[in-house]
C-alpha cells in the first residue's frame, strides 16, 4: 500500500425511506503523500460525497478507504470523531467560523482539542492575518474569513488539508490569494491538500487531478506541467 | 385568512418537522390556561357544589321563632303562605349528655324536618323508634353506632322535661345543611361550645310546642346572589307583620289555654278531694279488717303450740325404750368380745404347741441323718474287709500250687542225673561199632582196584560218602563223650537243686506271712462288728422318739378341731347383734323424725307469730301512714290551691310574644363559606398572569426563529406573488393551531383538576358534597382571547417586521449577528481565566437577551412555584405542634362539672398524686366580640391575677417578648383577631354574653394559631361583667414519668369532672388533618415541572436549529458528544443558576402574597419558608434542568454533520 491516500472500489447509496439514491459506484483512486490533489467534477458528479468519506462525516456502502495506511472505513463513530480531530483540516466553502468568538479564538476553538497544535496567532501571521486577531468574524471579509478557516484547519496540525470549494464565495482575486495560500501550504510545509472544485482552471496548479462524473473517477492524470497559481485564469 | 392548499401543505409538513416547537407553545397555553381557568372557576364550582348540596336539602330561607315557641297550627298558617314551598316547626335544644365512657360533651338536638334542612346518611341507617338518633358524623366515627347518648344529671330540670326519654340509641351518622362549616356553635350550657348535633324524630321530644319553624320558599336563588337579597328584602315587607300577628295569637292561645288549663286543674282539685276523702276512708276499713284477722291468728297459734307439747312426750319415751335396748346389745357384745379373746388366747397356745412337735420331728431327723451318715463307712469297711479275706485265701492256694512245682522239678532232676548216667556207658560200646564199620569199608576199597572198571566207577562214591558218614558220626560220639561236659552237666543239676531249695524256703516264708495276715483280718472285723452294734442301739433310741412324736401331733390335731367350732359359734353370736343394731337404726331414724316434725311444727308456730308481728307492725304502719296521708292530703289540697292562684296571676302578668324572623345569614356554614370560598380567587388572579407572560415570551421567541429561519421561503413566496397577509397566515396558523388546541386542553385539564384539589383539601373544614364542575362559557371565552393574543398576536409582531422586506433582501441571507464582546470580557481578570468555549456561552447567553429573559422568567418561575409550594407547607404543617409547644404549653386540660373548691381542689390533688407537675385554675368560656361593625364568635379566657399561668400558657408577641398580665379593664387577645378586625394595641373591644357586655382596652396582641382568645382577669371580669367567676378549668402538667393518657383517664372517672383534653393528642389530629396539604403542595411541584420543562425544552430547542451549523462543524472539527453537549448545554446550566436565584426571591414574595390571601378563619398560619425548602426548590429546578438536557443531547447527537457544508440561508 504505497500510496497515502487510497479508494478503493467505494460505494455509496443515500438511503431516504423507500427511495434509494446512488452517489458512488466503484471509486478508485490513490493520493501519494505531499501532493495537491485536485477533485474536479460537475456539480451532483459525486466530489462531495468522496470529500465526507474522506473526511469521516460520512460512511459507506462498499468498498474500501485508507489514509497513512489506516483502514478510515472501518471506523465507529468515536474513532471517526478521533480521526477527524488529530489527522483531518476541515476548509469549508462558507468559512464555518464560529460568530461569537474572535479570529484567534476560531483557530484556538480548533488548535486546543488537538495533541500538537501550532501556535494559534503564528499560523493566523502565515495566512497574512497578523493584524486582525481579535477581529470577530463578521468584521472580516469574505478572503480574510477563508484564510481563517485556513488558519483553523492548520492550527491542527493535520495529516491532510480537505477544502470544498474554497473558492466557491469569494471573487476572483481573493480566490486567488486563498489559493496561493493552500498552494504555499503543501509546497513549503510538504502537507498534502486536496481541493474539491468545479472549477476545471485549478486542475493546472495540482499535482494530481481526478476527475469525477456521474458517480465515479473516469480520469485520474499526474500533471507534469504545474502552473503557479498567478498564472492561471479563470 | 385565506390560503392555497400549497400553502396549507407547507403548513401541516412544517408542524410535523418542528413538532417539539410546536407542542411547546401547545403545553405552555395549556400550563397558563389550565392555572388560570382552574383557578378561576374553583370558586364557581365550590359555590356550585354548595348550591346544589343546599338546595337539594332544601336549605330554609326563614328560620322564625317567638319566645312563645310556635304550635302546629300556626305553622300551618305559614306554610299555607303564597309562595311557600314548605313550612315545618322544629324543636331545638342543647343538653349536657354523656358518652358510654362517662365524657361529658354539650350536644345541640334537633328533630328531623320532611320538607326542610334535609340530612344525608353517612353511615347506619334513619331512626325507626323515638329513642333513637342520628349524630354529627363531624364529631362522632362509626364506631359509635350502637352505643347510646344519656342526658346527664346536671342538666336542669326543665331542659330535661323537653326529652321523651332518658338515652337515645345512636343508629346512624349524619351531615346536616345546617351545619356545612364545622362550627357547631355556642351555647349556655357546660364549656358553651356544642361539641356536636344530635337528630331525633319529633316523637322524641317531649314538648307542647315548636321552638322555631323553618320556611323554605318555592323560588332558588343563586348562592350570596344580590338577587336573594332583593326577593328576601321584599318577603319582609310581608312576614314581619305576620309573624307579628301570629306572636300576638299566640299570645291568645296561650292565655286561653292557661287558663283552660286553670279551670281543669280547679276541677281537678275539687275531684281529688272528694276522691281522696274517699280513698282515706276505705283505708280505715281496711285497717280495722286487718286488726281482727292478728287476733283470729293469735288463738290459732296457741292450740297449735299445745299439740306439739303432747308429741314431745311420746317421742321422749321412745327413746328411752330405744337406750335399754342398745344397752343389752352392748353387753352380748361384750361377751362375744371376751369369746373372742379367749379363743385367740388358745389358737395362740395351740400355734406354740405344734410348733414344738415339729421342731422336735425335725430334731429327730437330723439325728437319723448323721446316724445313716456314720453307718456309711463302717459298712464299706466291712466289705474292704472281705475283699482282703478273700485275697488271702487265693494266696494260700498259689503257695500250694508252688510246693508242688518244686516237688516236680525236683523229680525231673532226679531223672536228669539217671539219663546222665546211662548215656556215659551207651557211648563206648557206639564207638566200636562204628570203627569196625570204618575198617569194613576200607577193607572194600581196597579191593576195588581189582574190579572191572564199571563197577569202581559205580561203587567208589557210595563208599566215599559211607566213609563219610561214619566219620561224621564218630566226631559227634567223639564229642559226646566229652567228660567235661558231662561234670558240667551235672554242676549244673546241682545247682538247679540249690535254687530249688532256696524257693522252698521262701516258700514257707510267705506261708508264714500270709497267717500273720490273716490273724490281722480276723482282728477288725470283729472292731467292726462292734461299731455296727452301737449305731444299732442309736436306731432303736431314734424310732422310739418318733413314735413318741406322732402321738403329740395326733393330740394337737384334736385341739384345732375344738378351736375351729368355738370360732363359729362367734361369728354366729356377731350376725345376731347386727341384726340387733339395724332394728335400734330404724328405730332411731323414727324417732328423729318425729322430732323433726316437731321442730317443723314449731318453726310453724314461730312464723306464724312473725307473720303475726309482721302483720302487727304492718297495721301499724298503715295507721301512721294513714295520718299521714291525712296530713299530706290536706296539705296538698293546700298547695294546689295555692299553685292555682300563683298559675292565676302568671297568666295575668304574662307579656306579649315576640316574634323573630332569622334568613340564611345567621347560619354560620353558610356566611362562613362565602369568604373561604373566595380565597382561591384572590389567588387565581397571580399565578395565570405569570404563566400567560411566559407563554408570551415562549411564542415570541419561537415565531421569531421560525420567520427568521424560514426568511428564504417567505422571499420566495412574496416574489412568487403570494400576499404578506397569505404569507403570514401560515404562521399565524401554526402557533394560533398550537395555542387553541393548548387552551382547550388546559381549560379542561384545569377545570378538572384544580376544584378537585382544592376541594379535597376545603374537606378539612367543610362537609358538603361531591364536588360538581362548573363549564365557564366567559372564562372560556376569555382564555382563548388571551391564548390568541399571546400567541397569535406575538406572531403577528414577528413577522411584521421580516415581511415588509422586499421578497430580494428577503432571498438574501441574513448577515450573521455580529460577535459582540459582552460586560464580562471587560474584566480581564475573570474573562482571561475562562477557557473560551464558556466565552462563547457567556457571549450567547447575554447577547441573545429575548432569551435570557425568557429563560430567567420561566426558570424563576419555577423555582418560585416550587419555594411557595414547600412555603405553604412549612407555613401551616407545624401549626398544631407550634400552637401546642409555644403557646398552650400544659399537657392536659380539664373541665369540671361546677366551679372547683376547696373540696375538689384537694380530691383533684389526690387523684392526680405524684403524676402531676403542677396545675392551674381558670374561666374559659365562649363570647362574642363585636368588632368592625362585626359579630365573632371568641373563647374567653379568665385568669386569677393572684396565680402564675406563664409554664401553662406563653403570652408573648409573634416577635417573642413576653406580654403582662392584663390590667384592671384590660385584655390581651391573638394576633389572627387583631389583624382580622384591625385592631391595635390601645383599642377597645366589646364583648357580650346574652343582653350584658364589657368594653376592654387591648394592652398586647398575642401570638397563637388555633382559635381565638381573648385574656383578662377575674378582677376585670367581675367588675364589668358584675358576677362571678366559675373556674371550671384545670390546666395541668403531666409529672414527667408519668403517662398523659393514664392520667386523663383516671381524672375522667371523676364525677365532678366533665371533660377532659390532652394536647398530644389535639397535636396529633390536626397535624394529621394538615398531611391533605401534601396534596396542593405535589400539584404545584408538577406545575413547576411543567413550566421547566418546557421553558428549557423550547429554549434548547431553538438555540439547537439556530446554531445548527455551528454544531456541525464543531463536530466536524472533532468535538466529542460530551465536549459538544457541554459547548450547547453550558447555557442552560448558567442561565438556570440565574433563574433559580431569581426564582428565590420571586417565591419569597409570591409565598407572602399566597398565604395573605389563604384566610382560615380560627387558624393563624405561621408565615415562613425554611432553608431548607429553598435547598430543594434549587434542586428541584436543577433536577428538571438536567432532565431536559438529557432529553436534548439525544437531539444534539443527530445533528448532522453535513449541515456544515450547506450555505447560509
Excluded at chain 2, 299521714?628 to 302568671?650: G, H, P, S, T, V
Excluded at chain 2, 432553608?1171 to 431536559?1188: I, Q, R
Aim: with cysteine; charged share 30%.
Amino acid at each position: 500500500m504505497g500510496a497515502f491516500v487510497s479508494f478503493e472500489h467505494v460505494k455509496k447509496i443515500y438511503r431516504t425511506g423507500e427511495v434509494e439514491i446512488p452517489a458512488l459506484h466503484d471509486v478508485n483512486f490513490e493520493i501519494e503523500k505531499g501532493e495537491f490533489c485536485v477533485i474536479v467534477g460537475a456539480s451532483g458528479a459525486g466530489k462531495t460525497t468522496i470529500l465526507n468519506i474522506l473526511g469521516g462525516m460520512d460512511t459507506l456502502t462498499e468498498g474500501h478507504v485508507y489514509l497513512d495506511g489506516q483502514e478510515i472505513s472501518a471506523y465507529d463513530k468515536q474513532k471517526l470523531t478521533t480521526y477527524r480531530r488529530y489527522d483531518i483540516g476541515f476548509v469549508f466553502q462558507f468559512y464555518n467560523l464560529v460568530q461569537n468568538l474572535t479570529a484567534l479564538e476560531n483557530v484556538e476553538l480548533a488548535a486546543q482539542i488537538c495533541r500538537e497544535p501550532l501556535d494559534a496567532s503564528q499560523v493566523l501571521k502565515d495566512v497574512g492575518l497578523g493584524e486582525r486577531l481579535q477581529n470577530f468574524p463578521a468584521q472580516l471579509s469574505g478572503g480574510e474569513q477563508q484564510r481563517v478557516a485556513i488558519a483553523r484547519a492548520l492550527a491542527k496540525n493535520p495529516k491532510i488539508l480537505l477544502c470544498d470549494e474554497p473558492t466557491g464565495a469569494l471573487d476572483y482575486n481573493t480566490g486567488k490569494a486563498v489559493l496561493k495560500i493552500l498552494q504555499d501550504t503543501c509546497r513549503q510545509k510538504g502537507k498534502t491538500v486536496i481541493v474539491i472544485t468545479h472549477n476545471q482552471a485549478l486542475t493546472a496548479m495540482a499535482d494530481r487531478v481526478i476527475t469525477v462524473k456521474s458517480g465515479t473517477v473516469v480520469k485520474m492524470v499526474k500533471n507534469e506541467n504545474i502552473v503557479d497559481v498567478a498564472e492561471i485564469e479563470w | 385568512m385565506v390560503m392555497s392548499s400549497m400553502l396549507w401543505k407547507s403548513t401541516f409538513r412544517e408542524i410535523k418537522q418542528s413538532m417539539g416547537r410546536f407542542l411547546a407553545i401547545l403545553a405552555i397555553v395549556a400550563l397558563g390556561v389550565g392555572f388560570f381557568a382552574g383557578l378561576k372557576v374553583t370558586k364557581a364550582a365550590m359555590v356550585k357544589t354548595t348550591q346544589a348540596y343546599l338546595e337539594e336539602e332544601r336549605f330554609y330561607d326563614y328560620r322564625v321563632m317567638t319566645t312563645l315557641g310556635l304550635d302546629g297550627e300556626e305553622v300551618e298558617l305559614l306554610a299555607s303562605k303564597e309562595g311557600v314551598e314548605a313550612a315545618e316547626g322544629a324543636y331545638s335544644y342543647d343538653a349536657l349528655c354523656l358518652e358510654e365512657d362517662n365524657t361529658e360533651v354539650v350536644l345541640r338536638f334537633h328533630s328531623l324536618t320532611e320538607d326542610v334542612n334535609g340530612v344525608r346518611l353517612d353511615g347506619g341507617r334513619m331512626p325507626q323508634a323515638p329513642d333513637e338518633c342520628l349524630v354529627d358524623s363531624n364529631f362522632y366515627g362509626k364506631d359509635k353506632i350502637g352505643e347510646k347518648i344519656r342526658l346527664s344529671e346536671d342538666n336542669d330540670k326543665a331542659d330535661k322535661a323537653n326529652f321523651a326519654y332518658e338515652e337515645y340509641t345512636i343508629v346512624g351518622l349524619v351531615r346536616s345543611s345546617l351545619y356545612i362549616q364545622f362550627e357547631r356553635g355556642n351555647t349556655s350550657l357546660g364549656t358553651g361550645r356544642i361539641s356536636g348535633f344530635v337528630y331525633l324524630l319529633p316523637e322524641g321530644f317531649d314538648s307542647d310546642y315548636f321552638t322555631e319553624a323553618y320556611v323554605k320558599f318555592e323560588e332558588d336563588f343563586d348562592l350570596y346572589s344580590d338577587a336573594y337579597e332583593d326577593f328576601l328584602e321584599e318577603k319582609e315587607a310581608e312576614w314581619e307583620p305576620l309573624m307579628d300577628e301570629i306572636a300576638a295569637g299566640r299570645y291568645d292561645k296561650v292565655q286561653k289555654l292557661s287558663r283552660e288549663k286553670l279551670a281543669e286543674a280547679r276541677q281537678e282539685l275539687s275531684d281529688g278531694r272528694a276522691e281522696g276523702e274517699k280513698e282515706l276512708a276505705d283505708a280505715r276499713k281496711e285497717l280495722e279488717d286487718a286488726k281482727q284477722e292478728i287476733e283470729d291468728g293469735e288463738k290459732e297459734l296457741s292450740d297449735g303450740r299445745k299439740e306439739l307439747e303432747d308429741s314431745r312426750k311420746l317421742l321422749e319415751e321412745k327413746e328411752q325404750e330405744l337406750a335399754d335396748g342398745e344397752k343389752a346389745l352392748e353387753a352380748q357384745e361384750r361377751k362375744i368380745v371376751n369369746g373372742e379373746d379367749q379363743l385367740a388366747k388358745s389358737t395362740a397356745q395351740w400355734e406354740e404347741q405344734n410348733t414344738t412337735v415339729e421342731n422336735a420331728l425335725a430334731e429327730l431327723e437330723t439325728q437319723q441323718a448323721q446316724l445313716d451318715a456314720q453307718r456309711v463307712p463302717l459298712e464299706s469297711q466291712q466289705m474292704l474287709l472281705s475283699t482282703a479275706a478273700s485275697q488271702l485265701d487265693s494266696s494260700a492256694v498259689r503257695l500250694d500250687q508252688k510246693e508242688y512245682t518244686l516237688n516236680l522239678k525236683e523229680i525231673q532232676l532226679d531223672q536228669k542225673e539217671r539219663d546222665l548216667d546211662y548215656r556215659i556207658q551207651n557211648h563206648e560200646a557206639e564207638k566200636q561199632r562204628l570203627q569196625e564199620q570204618l575198617r569194613q569199608l576200607e577193607e572194600r576199597e581196597g579191593q576195588l582196584e581189582t574190579l572191572p572198571e564199571e563197577q569202581r566207577e559205580l561203587l567208589s562214591p557210595w563208599i566215599v560218602s559211607r566213609k563219610q558218614e561214619i566219620q561224621n558220626a564218630l566226631a559227634a560220639l567223639e564229642q559226646d563223650q566229652d567228660p567235661e561236659q558231662a561234670e558240667e552237666q551235672r554242676e549244673e543239676i546241682a545247682k538247679e537243686r540249690q535254687s530249688l531249695e532256696d524257693e522252698r524256703k521262701e516258700l514257707a516264708k510267705e506261708r508264714e506271712d500270709l497267717a500273720k495276715q490273716k490273724a490281722q483280718l480276723e482282728e477288725g472285723g470283729k472292731q467292726l462288728e462292734e461299731g455296727l452294734a452301737v449305731i444299732a442301739s442309736y436306731q432303736a433310741q431314734i424310732d422310739e422318739g418318733r413314735k413318741q412324736l406322732e402321738d403329740a401331733s395326733a393330740q394337737l390335731k384334736q385341739a384345732k378341731e375344738v378351736i375351729e367350732s368355738s370360732q363359729k359359734q362367734l361369728a354366729d353370736g356377731k350376725v345376731e347383734i347386727g341384726r340387733a343394731r339395724a332394728e335400734l337404726a330404724a328405730g332411731r331414724v323414727q324417732i328423729e323424725d318425729g322430732w323433726k316434725e316437731l321442730e317443723e311444727g314449731e318453726q310453724e308456730i314461730a312464723d306464724g307469730e312473725a307473720e303475726l308481728e309482721e302483720g302487727r307492725v304492718q297495721y301499724e304502719d298503715g295507721l301512721r301512714e294513714y295520718e299521714d296521708a291525712y296530713k299530706d292530703f290536706l296539705q296538698e289540697i293546700a298547695d294546689a290551691e295555692e299553685e292555682i292562684d300563683d298559675a292565676e296571676r302568671a297568666i295575668a302578668d304574662m307579656e306579649p310574644a315576640e316574634s323573630y324572623i332569622l334568613g340564611r345569614n345567621t347560619n354560620v356554614g353558610y356566611v362562613c363559606f362565602e369568604s373561604d370560598s373566595s380565597i382561591v380567587d384572590g389567588i387565581a388572579n397571580i399565578f395565570p398572569v405569570f404563566f400567560f407572560a411566559v407563554a408570551a415570551l415562549v411564542c415570541i421567541t419561537t415565531m421569531n426563529r421560525m420567520v427568521e429561519e424560514q426568511r428564504t421561503q417567505i422571499g420566495v413566496l412574496k416574489a412568487l406573488g403570494y400576499s404578506e397577509g397569505r404569507i403570514m397566515g401560515k404562521y399565524l396558523f401554526y402557533s394560533g393551531s398550537a395555542a387553541v388546541i393548548g387552551c382547550v386542553l388546559g381549560f379542561f385539564g384545569g377545570t378538572w383538576l384544580f376544584p378537585k384539589v382544592i376541594w379535597t383539601a376545603y374537606g378539612m373544614m367543610y362537609k358538603v358534597d361531591t364536588l360538581l364542575y362548573v363549564f365557564d362559557w366567559k372564562l372560556a371565552v376569555i382564555s382563548l382571547a388571551v391564548s390568541c393574543a399571546c400567541s397569535i398576536g406575538t406572531t403577528w409582531l414577528s413577522c411584521r417586521y421580516e415581511l415588509s422586506e422586499v421578497a430580494a433582501e428577503l432571498m438574501r441571507p441574513k448577515a450573521p449577528k455580529a460577535g459582540k464582546r459582552v460586560l464580562l470580557e471587560r474584566v480581564p481578570f475573570i474573562w482571561k481565566r475562562l477557557k473560551f468555549l464558556y466565552k462563547v456561552s457567556y457571549r450567547n447567553i447575554f447577547r441573545y437577551k429575548k432569551r435570557f429573559f425568557m429563560m430567567v422568567i420561566g426558570i424563576s418561575g419555577c423555582t418560585a412555584l416550587l419555594v411557595t409550594g414547600f412555603g405553604i407547607k412549612d407555613s401551616i404543617a407545624n401549626i398544631a405542634h407550634d400552637q401546642f409547644q409555644l403557646v398552650q404549653t400544659y399537657d392536659l386540660g380539664v373541665t369540671f362539672v361546677d366551679p372547683v373548691d376547696d373540696a375538689l381542689e384537694a380530691k383533684l390533688k389526690e387523684t392526680m398524686g405524684e403524676r402531676s407537675a403542677g396545675y392551674v385554675i381558670l374561666q374559659e368560656k365562649s363570647m362574642d366580640m363585636l368588632a368592625d361593625e362585626r359579630i365573632k364568635s371568641i373563647n374567653l379566657l379568665v385568669l386569677d391575677e393572684n396565680l402564675d399561668y406563664s409554664s401553662y400558657l406563653s403570652l408573648h408577641t409573634p416577635q417573642g417578648e413576653t406580654l403582662p398580665v392584663p390590667g384592671r379593664g384590660e385584655c390581651i387577645l391573638n394576633k389572627k383577631l387583631a389583624d382580622d378586625y384591625h385592631i391595635e394595641t390601645g383599642d377597645t373591644i366589646e364583648l357580650q354574653e346574652n343582653n350584658r357586655s364589657m368594653t376592654l382596652k387591648v394592652s398586647g396582641v398575642n401570638e397563637n394559631f388555633i382559635y381565638n382568645y381573648v385574656y383578662l382577669t377575674a378582677q376585670t371580669y367581675e367588675e364589668l361583667m358584675g358576677e362571678a367567676v366559675e373556674y371550671k378549668t384545670a390546666y395541668i402538667h403531666v409529672a414527667e414519668d408519668a403517662d398523659v393518657h393514664l392520667l386523663a383517664a383516671s381524672l375522667m372517672r371523676m364525677e365532678e369532672v366533665a371533660n377532659v383534653s390532652v394536647n398530644a393528642d389535639m397535636e396529633e389530629r390536626l397535624g394529621s388533618m394538615m398531611q391533605s396539604l401534601d396534596l396542593i403542595v405535589l400539584v404545584v411541584i408538577l406545575c413547576a415541572a411543567g413550566l421547566a420543562f418546557i421553558v428549557l425544552y423550547n429554549l434548547t430547542n431553538i438555540n439547537i436549529t439556530e446554531r445548527i451549523r455551528e454544531i456541525a462543524t464543531i463536530k466536524v472539527l472533532g468535538f466529542y458528544r460530551h465536549e459538544t453537549e457541554a459547548y450547547v448545554f453550558r447555557e442552560n446550566i448558567v442561565l438556570t443558576l440565574i433563574g433559580a436565584l431569581a426564582g428565590l426571591v420571586l417565591g419569597h414574595f409570591l409565598h407572602r402574597f399566597v398565604m395573605g390571601e389563604i384566610r382560615v378563619d380560627m387558624i393563624a398560619f405561621n408565615v415562613r419558608i425554611l432553608p431548607v425548602s429553598f435547598l430543594y426548590s434549587v434542586l428541584l429546578t436543577f433536577g428538571f434542568s438536567w432532565f431536559v438536557n438529557r432529553i436534548m443531547g439525544k437531539k444534539l447527537d443527530d445533528v448532522s454533520m453535513t449541515e456544515s457544508l450547506k450555505s447560509v440561508d
